[in-house]
């Protein structure tokens, strides 16, 4: 063989060996695509991610089995943690539920010497409006603590508008007659009734009557209006007031945790807690909320049911 020959030689088994050896790379290229490829579009499918390795298809390769075994792993690893911060949130549930009860304990025996006690100089201390305060910051952080739970505590039946508003009003009388607050539930009157849960919906109402108190105008007597109206087939419940009203700027914020406004920041003790709680809660018992407001007219907060 001469030496042109064998160079020749050399050549093409070089060509060949490298065709083979990008043949075998495309080869694998393709499996780990066609892997990954499958993995992006179970992953995007799916609402939660981390059980992907559930819906992933064995393509009988040593990389798909690799994968899945990562994946499974990462899925148990999550699913350890998850469960302990749960055991933890329910704990700290039980804890804060277990609180509130105990702490109405002692408000109720004040109210209760107060009321036997008789004297002007009790009430003129301003002792029970403190308890009141007090009784509705408990009961905000006791339905905070289970408003991720709501479904386990509900029950969903006719409820009576009139009764619900006339109860909440009632509570409340002691701050609104110093207002003179004026109020009307006329169209109210009657057999209203709406599919909700009783309890919850009076936490929620009482909450936005407890701002229009909190936000009423300096100018003028507090008015609240309650009326049933109805809207594309739904039954809505509008609460009115005549108080300081929002900017326009800030109505798309006011469901939002933790957010006070101008008005929470001028002078009025305000956690941005209230309405944020009453939107969740009515996404849990399936109703809507919204709120209209102009500044230094007043407010109206919609219930859809």
């Not at 407890?210 to 594309?232: C, G, H, M, Q, V």
């Amino acid at each position: 063989m001469t030496i042109k020959g064998s160079t020749a030689l050399m050549i093409y088994v070089a060509a060949i060996c490298a065709f083979s050896f990008f043949v075998c790379m495309y080869v694998d290229y393709r499996k780990l695509k066609n892997l990954f490829d499958d993995a992006q579009s179970g992953i995007e499918a799916l609402d939660k991610k981390y059980l992907l390795s559930e819906v992933l298809e064995d393509q009988g390769t040593q990389e798909s089995e690799s994968l899945w075994s990562l994946l499974k792993k990462a899925e148990v690893s999550m699913s350890e943690n998850v469960a302990k911060y749960r055991r933890g949130s329910e704990e700290y549930r039980d804890y804060i539920e277990t609180w509130v009860h105990e702490i109405k304990i002692p408000i109720s025996a004040s109210r209760m010497i107060i009321e036997n006690h008789g004297e002007d100089s009790v009430s003129e201390s301003g002792i029970a409006d403190e308890l009141d305060r007090l009784e509705g910051y408990v009961d905000q952080a006791l339905f905070y603590a289970r408003s991720s739970y709501v479904e386990k505590d509900f029950f969903i039946k006719e409820v009576d508008l009139e009764e619900i508003i006339k109860g909440i009003i009632s509570k409340r009388r002691k701050t609104l007659i110093p207002m003179h607050a004026s109020i009307d539930i006329g169209t109210l009157q009657g057999d209203k009734k709406i599919l909700s849960d009783g309890k919850w919906l009076s936490f929620i109402v009482s909450q936005i009557v407890d701002n229009s108190i909190k936000y009423a105008s300096p100018d003028r007597n507090l008015k609240l209006s309650f009326y049933l109206t109805e809207e594309a087939g739904r039954q809505v419940l509008n609460l009115e007031d005549n108080g300081v009203g929002m900017k326009s700027s800030e109505i798309p914020r006011a469901f939002e945790k933790g957010f006070t406004g101008t008005n929470g920041r001028s002078g009025r003790a305000s956690t941005g807690i209230g309405l944020y709680l009453c939107r969740k809660l009515c996404l849990r018992l399936e109703h809507e909320i919204a709120i209209e407001s102009k500044e230094g007219e007043g407010t109206t907060v919609k219930i859809m049911f």
